[in-house]
């Protein structure tokens, strides 16, 4: 199989958000991200406000291709991961969480990231470390 996230270097950064409430309100956070392999097939977003709100969602290469057509970027695998990690670094990225459960208030939570790139994500817990 050529389309692997072998050589996708972790990236790291920041975003504009908007988190939308069920009654509609629209609250404004900013937000830090990572994307990372998590194996040969597998990319895992992790998103928080660092405000006991923390999203993560993973998307294998089947996932990442559909995403690729969607978005309509041509060209070679290699070409849409530049694409993506591209997009992710630069000053312009805006996460809008909204759905049935928004994410403030459950799981279920989707995002727009770019134009045309629309993920789901689950609420993780918060953990309690004790030493």
Same mark, same amino acid.
């Given at each position: 199989?050529?389309?692997?996230?072998?050589?996708?270097?972790? *990236?790291?950064?920041?975003?504009?958000?908007?988190?939308?409430?069920?009654?509609?309100?629209?609250?404004?956070?900013p937000f830090l991200?990572?994307?990372?392999?998590t194996d040969?097939?597998?990319? &895992? !977003? &992790?998103?928080?406000?660092?405000?006991?709100?923390?999203?993560?969602?993973?998307f294998?290469?089947?996932q990442?291709?559909d995403?690729?057509?969607e978005?309509?970027?041509?060209? &070679?695998?290699?070409?849409?991961?530049?694409y !993506?990690?591209?997009? *992710?670094?630069?000053?312009?990225?805006?996460?809008?969480?909204?759905?049935p459960?928004?994410?403030?208030?459950g799981?279920g939570?989707?995002?727009?990231?770019?134009?045309?790139?629309?993920?789901?994500?689950?609420?993780?817990?918060?953990?309690?470390?004790?030493?």
């Amino acid at each position: 199989m050529d389309e692997t996230v072998e050589d996708f270097e972790a *990236l790291y950064g920041q975003a504009r958000g908007e988190i939308v409430s069920r009654n509609g309100a629209v609250t404004h956070l900013p937000f830090l991200f990572s994307l990372m392999p998590t194996d040969l097939l597998h990319l &895992c !977003l &992790c998103i928080t406000d660092f405000h006991n709100q923390t999203w993560r969602s993973e998307f294998s290469v089947d996932q990442l291709q559909d995403l690729r057509d969607e978005v309509g970027i041509g060209g &070679c695998w290699s070409e849409f991961l530049v694409y !993506l990690r591209a997009a *992710l670094v630069s000053d312009n990225v805006k996460l809008v969480f909204a759905g049935p459960a928004s994410a403030v208030d459950g799981h279920g939570a989707s995002s727009t990231i770019l134009p045309l790139m629309e993920l789901s994500y689950d609420k993780q817990v918060p953990h309690l470390l004790v030493w």
